[in-house]
């Protein structure tokens, strides 16, 4: 950090050659006032790789490695990166094909910012090894854009990149505390990164006079009056130190003599010398004293950006306004220019340098001077020339845009920025893309609809994912009023319709978005129900059931393809609605996959049909116990999906197969590194909302399933959740006996009440009965029965209502009969509702082992070692309660068989049999610390302790 001027990008340079020298890799970008900043980053990476491939001969070991290890991270045909980086294509192409089906661009995910940082992150986590370090150089992060921040933080969130070092400049006078660099960079530090900060000062006196010695090549001694001054005068800013010798040599102040073969000064006059106590209005000054072609140049050049070539500038002047080649040179010579690489291509020196230059132009006549810039160069540029300074030119036209008062030039200028926002979404920068298209659509004032309409249209289209991608769904909702009310077609309101309903899906307002649908469907024609009661549901179960009995495998593979296109429309949308009333509508959810699968039997499938065909599976054994039905259906879809290569649908399709079909079925670890699977594929291709529900289910099925150790687990999971911050890890904290509230990790200020209290207001029902069932699980293994009871009551607000049941509902049902048993065995007045709700578990696992043994029959004796409790029956309890234990222990449910030990070791002490229990509650122990639930453990201690006086031979 530090002041402009003192040198900080100097600095961070000096780690380049040594880096290189040892095979290190060095990657710099750049942030500029008036560029586009998301563009930075990408066109960073963009020049890196492009020299990479330009050394490829003396690097090939290094490429090849290189090559696959991008390859693992980011995929293969990723046509995100690939748009917006051309060299990271050329590299990959060596090794890895580009090549996008119709099917991929027909039916690509969206892009989301979330989808852009992740890839970022995941790209350039891929790039350092240990034998190729990478160092990252972004300077004047003050400019830095939201992505580029959110990608540092993420960077340095993932516990798997290594090798690794940012180095970030920054001007703090530019910085304030609620600057979002400042934030970003406490994010950092708050979650255990090691950030050093530098600050730059200005030079000492004695480091000025040693500079200037050095430089004049005189003795220390005879320097220093000089130098006192030259210090007093610039603060000892480097730059301004630099320019103030120049100038002083440029007026005769400083001058060497023949005579005395040294270098000679005026101090007298040096010291009275007045100078701007600002660099930038110094060198300003001393550029008026250049020639009127020089400064007509600097102006124009300034216009140019942060770099330019020789040709635009040729465009950009008039013919004898001056002697280019004669301009570039002395800017070259004085330094305020740098050719880059002895091209034509010019950068300027500093971004202060350019930008005395720029306030070389009079503040009234700089919107004149830009529109006049700009003007020029679309008037003397080919259309291919055009492409290479197409955000030059409109950059300039748009700071003149209040001058322009013709419609024609308006439109012009509209279809520029339309244009400019199209090659801006190509390379991903989406916020500067939303810029040019809000500017487009300014220009359109008088009648578009009418007098423009197809440009009025595109330019909402474009803008309407602009702004979801960049999140900023309010200006979204409000801005696509006017083309839902003037497009003169429903088929032209689709589009904006596709990303309203996904940014009211993205904002959580999932009611509005599932009115949304209906309302497009209805128009589409389709006649969808919004509403539900159980004689439809039945009537359309066994409808649905007839139809899909009657069809054998091979015909529902192969079915034809959709080819309507209203019909794609809907199919799409019912999709969206499907995904939403899950969460809102959940009595929605069958009766919309019904829907799905009559369309595609009708009209063809779509990447879509898969889905609907997993849901209506999961329908089948949830609701109607089918499981061969439903398993038959989950292999269907699966197969459907691989033949229509849609893998792009694969994380929401797994999330039905294995979490909510072949739970019934196979074993719950089977599911497991399925669900990690499908987490990394949907990050990969965008859909985060669903890689996200993959997270959740792992640790969903890891926890609640399979008794998974919960510090592996936490560790395991860190580079996941760090990136997706809604997988349910304070279910692990609170069994660990951690009380740092676990949601105050990833979002600020939330806990798990305004969590709970947020979804209940939304109506998001499925949020609610997960926060229930964690609340009653965990009250119900930390020996809260109280609580448990209060949160299994409250739980009967939110009723499953689909009947497609996950893995945590099938255990909240097998702990709501530990807990009735145990309120039973109380011998309170409603000792009657409780065990009819026990008897009424036990019957429902009864018939869920009949599916799976494997899963279900630990559970099932846990349950009826309860009841021969209660009953009385000690024989049969000790009975049910060892094989429980044995169960567990074959199917390892470690964490079930410590419950089993502990449930018998209760009972044990009812009995009076006290040396038998404490053996049991030792090993309930053993399992609860292999399970890592330290708060069990500690219960487990006290109810020990208390136990150990009592027995005999201790």
């Not at 950092?188 to 090549?217: D, F, Y």
């Not at 020339?385 to 748009?398: G, I, P």
């Amino acid at each position: 950090t530090g002041y402009p001027g003192t040198g900080k990008s100097t600095l961070a340079s000096q780690i380049k050659k040594p880096l290189l020298d040892r095979d290190g890799f060095f990657i710099e970008g750049k942030f500029h006032q008036t560029a586009c900043p998301d563009t930075v980053l990408s066109t960073a990476l963009n020049n890196f790789f492009g020299s990479l491939i330009e050394n490829g001969s003396i690097l090939s070991e290094r490429l090849t490695s290189l090559r696959w290890r991008i390859h693992d991270a980011i995929g293969s045909g990723n046509s995100l990166l690939m748009d917006a980086m051309p060299n990271l294509r050329k590299l990959m192409a060596e090794e890895t094909s580009t090549t996008q089906t119709s099917s991929d661009r027909s039916h690509a995910m969206p892009c989301t910012s979330h989808r852009l940082k992740f890839m970022f992150c995941n790209l350039i986590g891929a790039i350092p090894c240990k034998v190729n370090p990478l160092v990252l150089f972004l300077d004047d992060l003050q400019w830095a854009d939201e992505i580029t921040l959110d990608v540092m933080q993420m960077i340095f969130n993932d516990p798997e990149v290594n090798h690794f070092l940012l180095l970030g400049a920054y001007r703090d006078d530019e910085v304030s505390p609620s600057h979002p660099l400042t934030k970003t960079l406490n994010d950092i530090k708050r979650h255990g990164t090691h950030a050093v900060t530098i600050s730059i000062g200005p030079l000492e006196k004695e480091c000025v006079n040693t500079l200037v010695s050095e430089a004049l090549h005189l003795p220390p001694s005879l320097s220093r009056p000089l130098s006192n001054v030259i210090h007093a005068k610039t603060g000892g800013i480097i730059l301004f130190l630099l320019r103030f010798l120049k100038s002083l040599n440029d007026e005769g102040l400083l001058w060497f003599s023949l005579s005395s073969r040294r270098w000679e000064f005026d101090l007298k006059k040096i010291r009275i010398k007045q100078i701007s106590p600002d660099v930038v209005q110094h060198m300003t000054l001393n550029m008026t004293r250049l020639d009127k072609g020089m400064q007509v140049g600097l102006r124009t050049a300034a216009c140019l950006g942060s770099n330019f070539n020789a040709v635009m500038l040729q465009k950009a002047k008039e013919v004898d306004e001056y002697d280019m080649d004669l301009f570039l040179g002395t800017c070259e010579e004085d330094g305020y220019l740098i050719r880059i690489d002895g091209s034509m291509q010019f950068a300027w020196a500093h971004d202060q340098v350019q930008q005395a230059a720029y306030e070389l132009i009079p503040s009234d006549k700089r919107e004149s001077f830009h529109l006049l810039l700009g003007s020029r160069l679309l008037m003397k540029s080919s259309s291919d020339e055009l492409s290479n300074m197409l955000f030059c030119v409109v950059d300039n036209m748009n700071r003149g845009i209040k001058l322009i008062v013709s419609d024609d030039q308006k439109v012009e200028l509209a279809s520029l920025n339309l244009r400019a926002a199209e090659t801006a979404m190509s390379f991903s920068a989406f916020h500067s893309a939303s810029r040019y298209l809000m500017t487009g659509l300014s220009l359109l004032q008088h009648d578009p609809w009418e007098k423009n309409y197809s440009l009025t249209l595109r330019l909402y289209n474009a803008v309407s994912e602009a702004l979801y991608v960049t999140g900023d769904f309010s200006r979204l909702t409000s801005l696509v009023e006017k083309p839902l009310q003037f497009a003169r077609c429903f088929e032209d309101k689709l589009n904006i319709y596709y990303y309203l309903v996904r940014s009211y899906a993205a904002s959580g307002q999932l009611e509005e978005g599932i009115a949304t649908c209906f309302r497009v469907l209805a128009q589409l024609g389709e006649v969808v129900p919004s509403t539900t009661n159980l004689e439809f549901l039945h009537s359309e179960t066994a409808r649905m059931k007839e139809m899909m009995d009657g069809l054998s495998d091979d015909q529902l593979l192969s079915l034809p393809v959709v080819t309507n296109a209203s019909k794609m429309a809907v199919l799409h949308f019912l999709n969206h609605l499907l995904c939403q009333t899950y969460f809102v509508k959940p009595e929605l959810f069958p009766i919309l996959s019904f829907h799905m699968i009559d369309l595609s039997i009708k009209y063809g499938v779509c990447n879509f049909t898969p889905f609907a065909i997993a849901v209506y599976g999961a329908f089948l054994v949830g609701a109607m116990s089918d499981n061969e039905g439903g398993y038959r259906m989950g292999r269907v879809a699966m197969e459907l999906m691989k033949r229509m290569n849609a893998i792009e649908i694969i994380p929401r399709l797994y999330i039905i197969i294995y979490s909510m079909i072949n739970i019934w079925k196979e074993p719950f670890q089977a599911s497991l590194n399925k669900h990690l699977e499908a987490f990394d594929i949907g990050a990969h291709r965008g859909d985060m909302e669903f890689a996200i529900s993959c997270l959740f289910h792992y640790v969903n099925v890891s926890i609640y399933g399979c008794g998974v150790n919960f510090e592996t687990l936490i560790n395991y999971i860190q580079s996941y959740a760090k990136r997706a911050v809604k997988c349910r890890q304070h279910l692990a904290f609170d069994f660990m006996g951690v009380e740092e509230n676990a949601y105050s990790l990833y979002f600020t200020g939330m806990t798990e009440d305004s969590c709970f209290d947020t979804a209940s207001r939304n109506n998001q029902v499925s949020v609610c009965r997960y926060i229930c069932q964690k609340r009653k699980h965990v009250a119900f293994w930390t020996g809260d029965m109280d609580v448990a009871a209060e949160v299994y009551e409250l739980s009967k607000m939110f009723p499953l209502g689909s009947n497609v049941k996950i893995l945590s509902d099938l255990i909240a049902t097998f702990i709501d009969g530990l807990i009735a048993f145990y309120f039973a065995r109380k011998q309170r007045s409603d000792e009657a509702k409780w065990r009819a709700i026990g008897e009424s578990v036990l019957a429902t696992l009864e018939k869920w082992e009949e599916g799976s043994t494997w899963n279900f029959r630990n559970k099932r004796f846990l349950l009826e070692a309860e009841l021969n409790f209660l009953k009385g029956d000690h024989q049969m309890t000790m009975h049910c309660y060892t094989e429980s234990i044995k169960a567990a222990h074959a199917h390892r449910f470690y964490h079930e068989e410590g419950l089993a030990y502990e449930k018998a070791a209760t009972f044990l002490l009812h009995e009076s049999d006290h040396n038998r229990a404490l053996d049991y509650f030792l090993n309930a122990k053993k399992c609860y610390e292999a399970w890592g639930a330290h708060a069990l453990i500690v219960r487990i201690d006290m109810a020990i302790a208390v136990l150990l006086p009592l027995c005999a031979d201790t």
